[in-house]
């Protein structure tokens, strides 16, 4: 009831005096959009080797990535639209990989997590894909060995900015 | 043969409070209320950050002396001991006359894994690893720090052994017998 007074009199306000800002707050669909993208990522993670306990570090309650509405780790990639990938990417698991990438439903995102996920690490050798942006596409590169969870703290706060800027479409 | 042990019993029917999950549901909200009055332990990260130990291993980063100059000789070690061969560095001779020094000092931070043998085997002290632990890119090409870049992540170090001011001292003076050869040759 209080509600629906300050609205009629805030329109009767408006009436008065034309001021349609103090109680209408305007923005384009686009960045509507992409404010809701950007603060419900809902991670895969996709972890396949020691990054992923610091993976689990960053949803834990130290770091906390509830913060940046991150927390909801879903482990079907039907339900999930950034992908973290975690750790050493071998020959064997890239068809995975690339499988579980393709049914996620778009829009999606790829965050390659430490060296060995980026561009292969330590290990160049027959047995390991050398990075892991040659077989899905990834915005943000985090590197280290393993990366602290604020490193990738740090990779998904710069993947909302870039989520921020990107169209509708 | 004969049976060991007793079948476990299917559990029977529970009372009517149960059957309520009143019990259950009070016990678990218990342990929620509990836990709201317990310490934060959760660090705001960007705002808050961590205090990092003097010692911690980040991002390797390139040193000047106190004098300016860049104190790589280009001896190659680290890129050979570098586990992920991160490293990739091209000499050049410099204007001393002894030493020489990098013209490309390349570090791949996406291959490098802060494991600190370059800053262990450098024999100049040329190259630290500094305490910067949160650094993100979002292409392959913007990861690869070059000479310029690393020279300015890293700063300024004294140099104890003070080993350039005494080849410079000699230096100089040679350079100033030279000239005057040459006022002289004129």
Redesign the interface.
Known sequence: MTGSAATREAAARTEETGELDSWVMTTRLADYVAWGRKNSLWPMPMGLACCAIELMAMVA????VA?FGAEALRFSPRQADLMIVAGTVTKKMAPAVKRIFDQMPEPKWVISMG?CA?????F?NYALVQ?V?QIVPV???????PP????L???I??LQR?IDHQKLT | MPLVGHPVRRPGRPGLLQRTYLPSILKGMWITLRHMFRPK??????EE??RVPENYRG?PALVRDDGGRVKCVACFLCEYVC???AIRIEAQEIDTGVEKGPRVFDI????????GYCEEVCPEQAIFLTRE????????KE?IYDKEKLLSMGGIRPDPIKKWSRLTGAGASASGTRGAERDASR
């Open positions: 309650p130290r770091y906390d913060r060296a980026s561009i292969g690490g330590v160049d990075g942006d915005d943000v590169y985090v590197p280290g060995c602290r969870p604020e490193s703290i740090y990779g706060v710069q870039k | 332990v959760t660090m705001r990260y960007p950050t961590w991002l586990p992920p061969k791949n931070m996406l291959r490098c894994i802060m494991c632990y949160s650094t993100v890119g979002v292409s392959r990861m």
